[in-house]
T-cell receptor, first 116, second 115 residues
């Protein structure tokens, strides 16, 4: 069965702190894709990153970094030196190559609040 | 340009009204999606269009009627909705690919309130 678990419902940090959002997934497919989306209070889901199952290299984009570990079925997201504008709900999602079009399985989301 | 636009941003309607939500993308994507998102929940897939044809209907009540007039436009016609249909409705698009592995790009959503 396919599943995405974001165990942290809410996280609150003070500006400039580093914060890691956890994502654990379950799938039987050997080919799959993992995503992170950001949803600020305005509502739009903003695409952040896509990773395929054959590429375990970690990625860094500015203050954002992602750690993909197939051995633990995790795809964690770290924000370095957090800012108030990072406050949002963050969703991790899974798409299986063997699934149907649009088969995007979302986790329940982690609400991040960054205080000034 | 990874922009998907949606109109209106907000909509209030009575249970007997008929209204439509609109979605537009000019990225050349051939797959478009409607999602429903309730507060503090992840988005739930409603419909998928691939090459202007409805390919997936996730058992959505018939009071929601999708339409894809062309490759850039997606509509969601609403009729006789219930208060529990109040939610954020998100549109997304992606390049078509078997297995749904292409990235979906989302619009800003329409916040719908049914009275």
């Amino acid at each position: 069965a396919q599943k995405v678990t974001q165990a942290q419902t809410e996280i609150s940090v003070v500006e400039k702190e580093d914060v890691t959002l956890d994502c654990v997934y379950e799938t039987r497919d050997t080919t799959y894709y993992l995503f992170w989306y950001k949803q600020p209070p305005s509502g739009e889901l903003v695409f952040l990153i896509r990773r395929n199952s054959f590429d375990e290299q970690n990625e860094i984009s500015g203050r954002y970094s992602w750690n993909f570990q197939k051995s633990t079925s995790s795809f964690n997201f770290t924000i370095t030196a957090s800012q108030v504008v990072d406050s949002a709900v963050y969703f991790c999602a899974l798409s299986e190559a063997g699934g149907s079009q649009g088969n995007l399985i979302f986790g329940k989301g982690t609400k991040l609040s960054v205080k000034p | 340009d990874t922009e998907v636009t949606q109109t209106p941003k907000h909509l209030v309607m009575g249970m007997t009204n008929k209204k439509s939500l609109k979605c537009e993308q000019h990225m050349g994507h051939r797959a478009m999606y409607w999602y429903k998102q309730k507060a503090k929940k992840p988005p739930e897939l409603m419909f998928v269009y691939s090459y202007e044809k409805l390919s997936i209907n996730e058992s959505v009540p018939s009071r929601f009627s999708p339409e894809c007039p062309n490759s850039s436009l997606l509509n969601l016609h609403l009729h006789a909705l219930q208060p529990e249909d109040s939610a954020l409705y998100l549109c997304a698009s992606s390049p078509p690919a078997w297995g749904g592995q292409e990235t979906q790009y989302f619009g800003p959503g329409t916040r719908l309130l049914v009275l």
